[in-house]
């Protein structure tokens, strides 16, 4: 069964991820949990923590967190990590922490399940299936579909190209274009 989000395992989250605020949490969806945060209250000593990674550069992020997953899935993922920050493309957000937790900081204690957590840029986006009106006529669409072939192509190309299994208006966010 997969983790269900509760306020003591987004306890759990921020002790593993120190000086994280979560805003919100995205609605259930598949294997994983979503959260909306930042580490802008961060301390000195959480700031510590976190080494060589510039939390304070990071600013609004997506913390994504899967439990009980296999090592070869976790293999799996971190080879797509690795990909997709190679890219050089505004198609994909920048990812700018990943690791695998086994056990709870506070506590030294081993955890349920072993969880695999991702820290990537927030993107002001909506998903497709929110803004299809703006989709409308023959132009727009093609346009999108030719966005959408040239994001997809990156993972295409990989040898072994890397498979997007759940392409869905609701997996397909637009950006949002701020003034």
């Not at 991702?118 to 929110?130: D, H, K």
Request: with cysteine; aromatic share 8%; glycine share 6%.
């Amino acid at each position: 069964m997969p983790q269900q989000d509760s306020q003591p395992f987004r306890d759990l989250i921020c002790r593993l991820l120190p000086g994280l605020t979560i805003s919100e949490v995205a609605r259930p969806s598949g294997q994983r949990i979503v959260y909306f945060g930042n580490f802008g209250d961060a301390t000195a000593a959480d700031r510590e923590t976190w080494g060589e990674h510039a939390i304070d550069d990071w600013g609004d992020v997506v913390v994504k967190v899967s439990s009980g997953i296999s090592p070869e899935a976790i293999t799996y993922l971190q080879r797509e990590i690795r990909i997709l920050n190679g890219f050089d493309s505004n198609f994909y957000p920048t990812l700018h922490f990943d690791e695998v937790y086994s056990q709870d900081p506070a506590s030294e204690k081993a955890l349920e399940n072993r969880l695999f957590v991702t820290v990537e840029e927030f993107i002001q986006s909506e998903p497709l299936s929110a803004c299809q009106g703006n989709y409308a006529n023959e132009a727009t669409i093609v346009d999108l579909l030719i966005r959408l072939v040239e994001a997809l192509r990156l993972l295409w190309d990989q040898k072994p190209p890397l498979i997007h299994r759940d392409i869905k208006p609701d997996n397909i966010l637009i950006r949002v274009l701020t003034t």
